[in-house]
C-alpha cells in the first residue's frame, strides 16, 4: 500500500493583501561606527501627511470636533416672535370651504344670533350676504355668520 501524506484543505484567503517595503529618504549622513552598510526602509501610513489633529481640526468645520457657536433655542423664538406679530400671523383670517358642491347644506346663523337654518352653498355665495364663515367648535364643521343689516 502506497503511504498518501494528508494535508488540510487550504482555504481561500478572504482579503488578499500584498505587503511591500519602499525605501525611503536616506538619512543625513553620520559618522560610521561599523563597516557594514545599513539599508533604511520606509512602511507608509494613511496618516502621513495629515497635519496634527489639533491643527488640523482647529477650524475645520466638516469636522466632529468643531464647535459651531451660533444663536440660542430662545434667540431665534424671539425673532420668530417678533416676526409673526410684524407680519399678522395672529389676525383673523377670512376663510371658505374648499370646493365645495353647489347642493352642498350649510348651517347658516341669521343675523339675531339664534336663528339657523340650512341652505345651500350656492344660496350663500349667491345671495350676496354680508358676514363670514366661522368653525364649529362643537363638530368641527364650518357654518355662515351673517351680519346685521344697517338701515
Known amino acids: 500500500m502506497a503511504y498518501?501524506?494528508?494535508?488540510?484543505?487550504?482555504?481561500?484567503?478572504?482579503?488578499?493583501?500584498?505587503y511591500y517595503c519602499m525605501?525611503?529618504?536616506a538619512a543625513p549622513k553620520q559618522a560610521e561606527t561599523s563597516s557594514k552598510p545599513q539599508s533604511y526602509?520606509?512602511?507608509?501610513?494613511?496618516?502621513?501627511?495629515?497635519?496634527?489633529?489639533?491643527?488640523?481640526y482647529a477650524n475645520n468645520p466638516n469636522s466632529h470636533e468643531h464647535n459651531w457657536f451660533g444663536r440660542t433655542?430662545?434667540?431665534?423664538?424671539e425673532d420668530n416672535q417678533t416676526t409673526a406679530v410684524r407680519e399678522g400671523v395672529?389676525?383673523?383670517?377670512?376663510?371658505?370651504?374648499?370646493?365645495?358642491?353647489?347642493?352642498?347644506?350649510?348651517?347658516v346663523v341669521e343675523p339675531d344670533g339664534k336663528?339657523?337654518?340650512?341652505?345651500?352653498?350656492?344660496?350663500?355665495?349667491?345671495?350676496?350676504?354680508?358676514?363670514?364663515?366661522?368653525?364649529d367648535d362643537r363638530h368641527g364643521n364650518l357654518y355662515f355668520q351673517r351680519k346685521k343689516q344697517e338701515k
Not at 498518501?4 to 500584498?18: D, F, G, R
Not at 395672529?90 to 348651517?107: C, E, I
Open 90 to 107: 395672529y389676525g383673523r383670517n377670512a376663510f371658505v370651504p374648499k370646493d365645495p358642491k353647489d347642493d352642498q347644506l350649510f348651517w
Open 4 to 18: 498518501i501524506p494528508y494535508s488540510p484543505p487550504s482555504e481561500p484567503a478572504q482579503n488578499p493583501q500584498s
Open 41 to 56: 526602509y520606509h512602511y507608509p501610513t494613511s496618516h502621513e501627511n495629515d497635519q496634527p489633529p489639533q491643527v488640523y
Open 73 to 77: 433655542a430662545a434667540q431665534v423664538a
Open 115 to 135: 336663528t339657523t337654518v340650512l341652505r345651500t352653498f350656492d344660496t350663500i355665495d349667491n345671495m350676496g350676504w354680508e358676514g363670514e364663515w366661522k368653525l
Open 23 to 25: 525605501p525611503a529618504i
